[in-house]
């Protein structure tokens, strides 16, 4: 049994969920999302909120059943709070700078490197090592933060590269003579 899976999604005030079969939109102050279910898994409306149940007493269904009930979650919150990544740059010379939607990246190459965001995302620089990842959309949002990350990830000696906020990164120790 899902424990995730019980636990209807609550109604937020400002969100209206719209359950179409087996297509559910939501929307919301800050846009609208929608999402196809499995056929595993079925939901509908209650006073509670949405309550998801699988469809039949299989594997599937049940791993589905959590998992669709999560997703959601995640665009009801996506639609009224939004998603925010934060990205911090180490490294000596190594910055960020928007260049309109874009963002330009300064990451020790011998080029600067652009990333272009995908539609529904807001990139921000507060500062030149700082860059803010913001949509509705959490896995979109994770993506980009990755994509970014992935130019230069940071290196085990010096620390220098694109790090997620807060993010540990495992030091060691150079060599010895």
Do not use: C
């Not at 049994?1 to 102050?29: D, F, L, Q, W, Y």
């Not at 699988?54 to 665009?75: F, K, V």
């Not at 934060?86 to 990246?105: E, P, S, T």
Request: glycine share 12%; net charge positive.
């Amino acid at each position: 049994m899902s424990r995730t899976g019980k636990k209807p999604v609550a109604p937020v005030s400002g969100v209206t969920v719209t359950i179409n079969g087996h297509n559910i939109a939501v929307k919301g102050p800050k846009g609208e999302l929608t999402l196809a279910l499995m056929d595993v898994v079925n939901a509908e409306q209650t006073a509670e909120g949405v309550v998801i149940t699988p469809a039949n007493d299989t594997r599937e269904a049940r791993a589905a059943w959590g998992t669709m009930r999560a997703l959601i979650q995640n665009m009801v919150t996506g639609v009224s709070a939004g998603y925010e990544r934060r990205l911090n740059i180490q490294g000596v010379g190594y910055r960020a700078a928007l260049q309109g939607k874009d963002i330009k990246l300064s990451l020790g190459f011998s080029h600067e490197v652009i990333y272009v965001p995908p539609a529904g995302i807001t990139l921000a620089v507060p500062a030149p090592t700082e860059i803010v990842i913001t949509g509705i959309d959490k896995q979109v949002v994770g993506q980009v933060a990755a994509n970014i990350r992935e130019y230069r990830k940071p290196e085990p000696y010096k620390g220098k590269g694109v790090r997620y906020a807060g993010e540990f990164v495992f030091r060691k120790e150079g060599k010895k003579k």
